[in-house]
């Protein structure tokens, strides 16, 4: 009975240590991977298109593992290749992304016409895995490319960083302020209330890359920048979310500790940097 005791007395306080470790597991994971990706934005263009065809072609592969779950056959060597080619087509004239995008598309039509047993879902999955990750994400190749030297290595992590500001307010403000779900059927925890948070995280961020002076918009188009942005990388995780739910899985993959797969890390990056690249354009400062 007394050795019964001990041993439960002890269970408390197993269980913080453990939730301690993987608190400290994730926090350690995110660092590395924000670490590395700053870097490689700071260091310049090439060494930011490597990173990013990484991370698209994580994406990308993670992508097709999910849909294999759905019972989709991905013809995965055409869309990988796609995923990784599209960020260094990023690198020079539009017209590299236009002919990727061709050979893509006649490539897996070619499949599909030599391949009997292939079906329009397989095709239709092998294109949307490089589009949905390596062209999207392509965009930060674009937003470090056309604003040369310091600035535009800021400008490009601003923009990440508005969105990762965006994700940690929503989570924040949900956390303790949360009552009226989102889109309980499909993520759970997403309120209204961290909604909101997120939006005033990422239009502080835009507000600092204002006030820097480097870039040619005002407060307001900041803070609109700052709303859309936020908005939009939300719709990329409910998007990840929804596809997830959809073949049973709680996360994409497991590559990086304590947070997922590279899809769960990027999944507001994919709509939220190629936003900012848009308005940035229509502003006129790219």
């Known amino acids: 009975m ?31 991977y ?3 990706f700053i870097g490689s934005l700071v260091l310049g263009t090439v060494p930011t298109a490597v990173f990013v065809a990484i991370m698209s072609w994580f994406c990308c592969k993670e992508f097709f593992m999910m849909m294999r779950l759905d019972g989709k056959v991905p013809n995965e060597l055409l869309g990988l290749t796609a995923a990784v080619l599209f960020p260094f087509c990023a690198l020079g004239d539009s017209i590299l992304i236009s002919a990727l995008l061709f050979l893509l598309v006649l490539s897996v039509g070619l499949w599909y016409v030599y391949s009997p047993r292939t079906r329009i879902a397989d095709v239709a999955i092998t294109l949307m895995g490089p589009l949905y990750t390596g062209l999207m994400l392509s965009a930060v190749v674009l937003l470090r490319s056309l604003v040369p030297g310091l600035a535009g290595a800021l400008l490009s992590v601003g923009v990440c960083a508005s969105l990762w500001v965006s994700d940690s307010f929503a989570y ?7 009552k009226h779900k989102m889109v309980p059927k499909i993520s759970p925890k997403k309120s209204w209330e961290g909604f909101a948070g997120g939006i005033a995280g990422a239009v502080i961020v835009w507000l600092i890359l204002w006030a820097t002076g480097l870039y040619g918009f005002d407060a307001f188009y900041a803070v609109v920048c700052g709303v859309v942005v936020s908005i939009l990388g939300v719709f ?3 998007i990840e979310s929804r596809i997830k739910r959809g073949v049973g899985v709680k996360d994409s993959g497991n590559l990086i500790p ?3 797969g590279m899809l769960d890390r990027c999944d507001s990056l994919i709509f939220g940097c190629i936003t900012a690249e848009i308005l940035l354009v229509l502003g006129g400062i790219l």
């Open 172 to 178: 924040l403000v949900g956390s303790k302020f949360g």
């Open 2 to 32: 007394g050795e019964r005791s001990a041993s439960q007395d002890r269970q408390p306080q197993e269980k913080p240590a453990r939730g301690l470790s993987s608190f400290w597991t994730r926090v350690a994971s995110g660092l590395i």
């Open 34 to 36: 924000v670490g590395v």
């Open 258 to 260: 304590g947070h997922g």
């Open 236 to 238: 990329g995780d409910l």
